[in-house]
């Protein structure tokens, strides 16, 4: 058993790796990549011209699909050896991607600058929620969306990420998880309405099988009860401060 959970060191001793398919456990992150679009697509429609921060890009997987797509994206992730690498990678495939260090408690974009935020693997890691919520709430443009997915806090989920996943499998990293951090869509749909949101329905996702790899692949599922995608929209008003500053509710 780890001695740490939620640790999440392997960022930046990996970020060399991000691209080269050396690791299992990146090549999952990779392939989760077309699912999750295909999704966020049925909610965005056209990302051409769309401004897109995607929160806790890692080395740069889904900030260069919507790149590719046309989306104008910054790529916001707390790991520099990540950034460092995502930049490279998007320098030498010619893809206009702007890259910044930063973390999700405090964003470094605009206030009301953004049309859309994308946050996948990142929820159920960071140390404040409600603070990452309040400035996606910030930044977005009234009416902006919030793409997102999670992992809920449920036994099932516990078992595949971590027992299976990390301990029995270890096709994830050990420690990266830590299953008390995982979130119930229920709390999530209430700090986010708190914020003002109005928020989409839920859909699940999860482990659906192997690939010649042998690495497991995912997609929809019938069921929220491993993780979630979900969307939601900043209100059409102005920020509860009046002046687009930053504000916590909790």
Not at 187 to 209: D, N
Request: hydrophobic share 40%; charged share 25%; glycine share 10%.
């Amino acid at each position: 058993m780890p001695r740490v959970r939620n640790d999440l060191s392997v960022y930046r001793t990996h970020a060399d790796d991000w691209w080269n398919g050396r690791h299992r456990w990146l090549r999952i992150l990779q392939s989760l990549v077309p699912p999750r679009l295909e999704y966020f697509a049925a909610v965005v429609g056209d990302w051409q011209g769309k401004s897109v921060l995607d929160l806790g890009c890692g080395g740069g997987f889904m900030a260069e699909a919507l790149a590719a797509r046309g989306a104008a994206v910054i790529g916001v992730d707390p790991s520099e050896p990540a950034v460092a690498i995502a930049r490279s990678h998007a320098t030498a495939n010619h893809l206009s991607i702007d890259y910044r260090v930063g973390v999700g408690e405090d964003l470094p974009a605009e206030s009301r600058s953004l049309d859309c935020i994308v946050c996948v693997d990142v929820l159920e890691h960071v140390d404040h929620l409600g603070g990452v919520l309040d400035e996606i709430r910030r930044v977005l443009k009234p009416g902006g969306l919030f793409l997102f997915d999670t992992v809920n806090r449920t036994l099932l989920a516990s078992l595949i990420f971590v027992t299976f996943g990390e301990q029995i499998l270890r096709i994830l990293p050990q420690g990266v998880h830590d299953p008390r951090k995982f979130i119930k869509p229920s709390e999530l749909r209430t700090k986010l309405l708190q914020r003002g949101f109005e928020v989409g329905r839920f859909v699940g996702l999860g482990p659906r099988g192997l690939n010649r790899r042998l690495d497991v692949t995912f997609g929809r599922l019938p069921t929220t009860a491993v993780s979630y995608m979900g969307h939601a929209r900043a209100p059409l008003e102005a920020s509860p401060t009046g002046d687009g500053q930053r504000v916590q509710l909790d």
